[in-house]
């Protein structure tokens, strides 16, 4: 090495920490690894500008394939002092978990993408799991957020607080004393068919209790989480246990009137006069021992029971031009896979016998359909 490089090393290591020159003298090999490394002049001289790297490098001084790469130690050195671990912080807690983690690279990917997607402020803090996840947690460790495979999974949800960084998957960061939230970031963004104030406006009591809930309830239905929707739901009596959105996925599309002529649709319900207002389409010559749209396909709230009645329909020529069907798909709920097709009328079938033909009716009698 030239006498330059030498006196490069000798000035990198008089800047390190106390705790890691003790180290470097204590453990063997280790001194002898940081000054090979140091020989690489890109790695030299970025030290001698940001002697603090060191840290990062003691972070993964195990770890050659990773500790010689300047993208990887200013990448830890950036998360140093909001870096928390069982219990630690800064150094010791990266070099807990980068030590554990069955995945490095992984949580080196992960970490890039969490400095660079949420917000350099002092009451955001990161941590991690052995599979190289990252959750971002508020300065009291609750977690608002998990970055797996360099993607956001939100946690954290609450309607009041002061907006921090840019939006994510369209939900804002909020910080309200300390605790950390996210909620909507635009109210009238469409998502398949609605939007934030008519999800609300479909739910019975429009979240009046916890409007955090409306947050995290249109999070789960815009990333289709079916199964957290309903959790939500059932655990905070929320919408009479009913789906949102009136149980679609999307509305595909509306039929008024005319377009309705001739068309055929069936539904389940109870014993009775045809009466509520949803339905199937009916797309080929179906009846209730070939139906298109199974009953759990139609994510009905009761099982098929005695009483039980099916009913095929057409509407007739002489339809109301008022008359309109949203078509859509089927939320998975009441513990149904869903994801069959419905329509939703704007009237209810009870006022409409004058205007449809009643095909078929069957009733389930005795385990069977009569």
Known sequence: MTPQAIADIEGILLKQSDEFFERLSRESGLAEAFVNDLKNVGLRAEMVARPELGRAWEVMSSFPTFRNQVANLAL???VNGRFR???????EALKGVFTSSASKQKL???LEYALENFPDHSSVKFSAIQAGEVRVISEAGIEVARIIDQVPVLKGFS???TPMGNPIQGFQ???NNGNLGFKVSDYTANVRGTNFEKFVASVRDNFEVSQAHAHESFYYFKTEKWGELEALFKNNNLNGLWPPNEGFISISKTETGS???GKKFDRFQGPGGINGSFASPVNSNEDIENPFFTYDSRALKNDIREGTQYILFEIKSSAPSSLKFEYGDIIPWFGKQGLGDQVKSSMNFGSLTDH???LDTKTYI????Q
Do not use: F, K, M, S
Not at 85 to 91: C, P, R
């Open 259 to 261: 377009q309705l002529v």
């Open 159 to 161: 309607a009041v607080g």
């Open 85 to 91: 671990y069982n219990g630690l912080e800064g150094v």
């Open 108 to 110: 080196l990917d992960n």
């Open 366 to 369: 005795n385990g069977q359909w």
């Open 76 to 78: 830890l050195e950036r």
């Open 173 to 175: 960061l909020i910080n």
């Open 356 to 358: 449809i033909t009643i």
